[in-house]
């Protein structure tokens, strides 16, 4: 396997509009980021991942650009990025910025002219067709709810959104299209950036003809993913894309890639291949959704977990490369998700660290974990804000649903889980503002805050700087072979990594009870330390066998 400074690395993801308001406006901003690189710098961590901070209408916070070369006016100015830029350069971190070019806003330049006629230059910048017998141009639904097509008087043409109407979908097929953002990603490289994550980036191939999607149901919209996922010029555009742009610098790229499997993120990741580094996948964060999708809830089997997890653990092993997450902005938080947010907070927040930065890849952080933030009960529908929540809620309640139901799903699934700002302090909101937030606060930041946890050396955050150190230190950690041990059993996790000569042995506990381990005869492993534990005292018992207490985890060192 080749050694690369990115595989190397331990990202911190930042979602602008939450973290931190240097000005009181109630939007966290630019200066706010800058404001706080020491802390970050502290926690260990070697690239940010910003979020969209691009001009924008903000009709899905950010994700949908009206100018890619400028600066969102609630963020601050160009001056405000150039600074923190140099910021997080001058404290020996790296900047990877988000790249979003399936879809721009309908407010972006391009769309306002293509919307004009149907020979105007720019009209190929996006996917037009005329509808069908009075109707949409096919069936397909968007991710936000309803059809993935709205209807335009002025050239009595429907454009293709696949997410929210004021999200068009660029038309990867034309060839200016594809140059102009190539030359857009450049810009940003020159100025400095230190690479890409790219948003729904294997949405940008549609199949030719746009065909209806399969409809048993007879439902009026409906899925249509297998015709622009993974399409059939993906690799065709990101390899061009890489030859074009990426190959000429050295930097670092992700794609979310929504539907991926193993066998397709092996051509993505392929070193041979030249198109990404890694892709965040979903299918882990699929695990406690039940038939009928997100919404759907269902309790999470730590088998499956187990099954998913290795099968891209050994999948990409020496192939590709894995990006390894569990929290994200799209994503509820993970210690209310996969642990216990209550009783076992602290503990449960360390082992679910423990058990992903031990696996081979390339870790992200998102804001607030490192702090064990808990997903968000908001009252009323009206506080929140995400309009995933709203266009689904809205949907369920017109189909009839019981709203109490409705509000379960949110509360354990909805994005706005991920949104409510950074809890720094136990002042008024936080300390995230001095104004009224965007989106309101968690009410249990006087106990779970930025300024508790660094001054206690036993909180989470002390513990993720002592999993971030211990990956430097160890190259194992990095890049080790993944083998699953006990794989029917249902409360332990556990695995070993293999390199070099050297083994690291781990074994995490998914339930609140104490769970007897016994290493497997078959498993050669001879401890010489124990690297870390998430409870004060382990002792220096067997480590072939004893007693995992609640949400325990522990990590031996050995050969």
Do not use: C
């Amino acid at each position: 396997m080749q050694k690369q400074w990115w595989k190397e690395q331990v990202v911190y993801q930042i979602y602008p509009r939450s973290f931190n308001d240097s000005n009181g406006d109630g939007i966290g901003d630019i200066k706010g980021i800058t404001e706080k690189l020491d802390y970050l710098k502290k926690l260990g961590v070697d690239v940010i991942w910003l979020s969209p901070v691009y001009k924008s209408p903000n009709d899905d916070n950010g994700y949908d650009i009206a100018d890619y070369k400028a600066i969102m006016d609630e963020f601050g100015t160009m001056e405000d990025w150039e600074e923190m830029l140099e910021e997080i350069h001058n404290r020996g971190m790296k900047l990877m910025m988000d790249l979003v070019v399936n879809h721009s806003s309908d407010e972006h330049q391009w769309f306002q002219e293509s919307r004009k006629s149907k020979d105007n230059p720019y009209r190929d910048y996006y996917i037009w067709r005329p509808g069908k017998d009075g109707k949409e141009p096919n069936n397909w639904a968007s991710t936000f709810s309803g059809s993935a097509w709205k209807y335009d008087e002025q050239t009595d043409e429907y454009f293709l959104h696949l997410f929210s109407k004021k999200q068009p979908d660029l038309n990867w097929e034309n060839p200016k299209l594809r140059r102009e953002v190539y030359d857009m990603m450049e810009w940003w490289l020159e100025k400095g950036i230190d690479g890409f994550r790219m948003d729904v980036i294997n949405f940008i191939s549609k199949v030719p003809g746009l065909p209806d999607a399969p409809n048993p149901e007879g439902k009026k919209y409906v899925g249509g993913s297998k015709y622009f996922m993974n399409g059939p010029r993906i690799h065709e555009f990101l390899q061009e894309m890489n030859e074009e742009v990426l190959s000429k610098y050295d930097i670092m790229t992700v794609g979310e890639m929504p539907g991926v499997s193993v066998e397709q993120a092996k051509d993505y990741t392929g070193e041979e291949r030249k198109e990404l580094q890694m892709v965040f996948q979903f299918e882990h964060m699929d695990l406690d959704s039940g038939p009928n999708g997100k919404w759907d809830l269902k309790p999470l089997d730590l088998r499956d977990l187990k099954t998913s997890i290795s099968r891209w653990q050994t999948g990409l092993n020496g192939v590709g490369w894995n990006s390894l997450y569990l929290n994200n902005h799209d994503q509820p938080r993970i210690v209310s998700r996969f642990g216990d947010d209550k009783e076992y907070r602290v503990i449960s927040a360390k082992m679910l660290g423990t058990f992903l930065h031990m696996l081979q890849g390339t870790p992200y952080i998102y804001q607030g974990e490192e702090i064990g933030m808990t997903n968000i009960k908001f009252d009323s529908i009206d506080d929140y804000k995400d309009i995933e929540i709203l266009n689904m809620y809205k949907e369920k309640i017109a189909e009839g649903a019981d709203p109490k139901k409705v509000m379960e799903s949110i509360y354990v699934k909805g994005r706005d889980n991920a949104r409510t700002p950074v809890q720094w302090d136990a002042s008024e909101n936080a300390g995230f503002t001095t104004g009224e937030p965007w989106i309101k606060v968690n009410e249990n930041y006087k106990e779970i805050n930025a300024e508790q946890v660094v001054a206690d050396e036993d909180s989470i955050y002390h513990y993720y700087r002592e999993l971030i150190q211990l990956r430097k230190k160890h190259p194992i950690i990095v890049y080790g072979d993944y083998t699953l041990i006990l794989p029917e059993h249902d409360k332990l996790y556990a695995y070993t990594r293999t390199y070099e000569g050297e083994k690291l042995l781990v074994v995490t506990n998914f339930s609140g009870e104490n769970v007897g381990f016994e290493l497997p005869h078959d498993v050669a492993f001879e401890a010489q330390e124990q690297l870390i534990s998430n409870y004060p005292e382990t002792g220096h018992g067997d480590y072939r066998s004893f007693t995992l207490r609640p949400y325990e985890a522990r990590v031996f060192k050995g050969k």
